[in-house]
């Protein structure tokens, strides 16, 4: 018998790996390997969660109108042109989807986000990665790549792992150097801990043009990761096209409610954000008494270099920071061997991580 087969490169692609989440024998752990929101998530999030479980016979709304509409007041934006999903991770797909298909290209940098090459082969496509720039988005190694299959560039800002970012001028000129009808993809993932004057996460671009896009996430700050939710935010045109292709009910209805209430809880968010900051910094002073290269953050994580020597080396460090519950994100996939990705945890993980080093460095 024959059996189905699938589209050519689907078999090559690598499925996705998730940061760790177990560490067998440590008495407690302290997740710091996903990017995840050190406070929990937002009450009042929890709280609209917690309702919605009186209404899970009902078929949640398919055009996620109260969300956009909370979306577009919370950030100024015009709610025709919001798409919501499962995940900004599905905007992204959806997206690659609608515009790549085989023997065409998308291009992102060496060490961004793993979604948009998974993308891309999916769709058939090839995933072309621009080289960093002291691991920050090089937008003339971009230009360099494009070519007349082009289709997407994206850009992730501020960029994960690598936790740096490009200001909106350096957004503008890549925009202004790629041809019209390459789409221009930012994801603004991590927006909501940007405090730099010289940032903008996208949309007055998306506002003053028909071919680029910003997503956004629920995951990371509002702490609602484990319920999916994410939106782009879109020219008119493009709008209408995901909506042609995304699923009738592509976000469930808890998500929806825990979403709008997140968004009015700006007393989380700033606790959150201030939390972040702070602890951050405390990170990134210890990190470097202990005379470790760290790349500086503006998202939820720092990325951190290690020795080659033997038993100081990331793998190593990774695999003794686990016996006690401390996991973090290994970088191998993205290229980055000699380093850890880590997440900005509670105080108590983060000291945690910082008595643990002290054993092996000072």
Request: hydrophobic share 40%; net charge negative; glycine share 10%.
């Amino acid at each position: 018998m024959t059996a189905p087969t699938p589209r050519p490169g689907i078999l090559d692609i690598r499925p996705y790996v998730a940061g760790g989440s177990s560490a067998p024998g440590a008495e407690k752990i302290y997740k710091m390997s996903s990017n995840e929101s050190a406070l929990g998530a937002s009450p009042k999030a929890i709280e609209a969660y917690q309702a919605a479980s009186e209404i899970l016979h009902l078929y949640p709304d398919g055009g996620a109108h109260r969300l956009r509409k909370k979306i577009a007041e919370t950030f100024d934006l015009d709610a025709s042109r919001i798409v919501c999903g499962s995940g900004s991770d599905e905007i992204l797909q959806l997206l690659t989807k609608a515009y790549v298909g085989e023997g065409e290209n998308i291009i992102q940098t060496e060490h961004g986000f793993l979604v948009y090459a998974l993308a891309a082969k999916s769709c058939g496509g090839e995933p072309r990665f621009a080289k960093e720039t002291r691991l920050t988005t090089d937008v003339d190694a971009i230009i360099e790549l494009v070519d007349d299959q082009t289709r997407i560039v994206f850009v992730a800002n501020p960029n994960n792992p690598t936790g740096t970012y490009i200001p909106d001028i350096e957004i503008r000129r890549l925009r202004e150097e790629l041809r019209d009808d390459v789409l221009l993809v930012i994801d603004a993932a991590y927006a909501e801990y940007m405090e730099e004057p010289d940032y903008d996460a996208g949309a007055a671009l998306v506002d003053e043009l028909n071919n680029t896009v910003m997503t956004r996430t629920f995951s990371k700050i509002y702490g609602l990761g484990g319920i999916r939710l994410g939106w782009g935010y879109c020219p008119a045109a493009i709008a209408d096209v995901l909506n042609r292709i995304r699923g009738p009910f592509n976000v469930n209805a808890a998500a929806l409610a825990a979403g709008a209430a997140a968004l009015g809880d700006n007393e989380f968010v700033d606790k959150n954000r201030a939390h972040n900051r702070e602890q951050r910094d405390w990170l990134a002073q210890q990190l470097g008494g202990l005379g470790l290269d760290f790349v500086p953050s503006f998202g939820n994580f720092i990325l951190v270099k290690f020795p080659a020597a033997p038993g100081l080396n990331a793998d190593d460090i990774q695999a003794y920071l686990k016996t006690g519950g401390v996991i973090v994100r290994e970088m191998g996939p993205y290229n980055l061997g000699e380093y850890l990705r880590i997440s900005i945890g509670e105080k108590e993980g983060n000291r945690k991580l910082i008595e643990m080093l002290e054993k092996k460095f000072r």
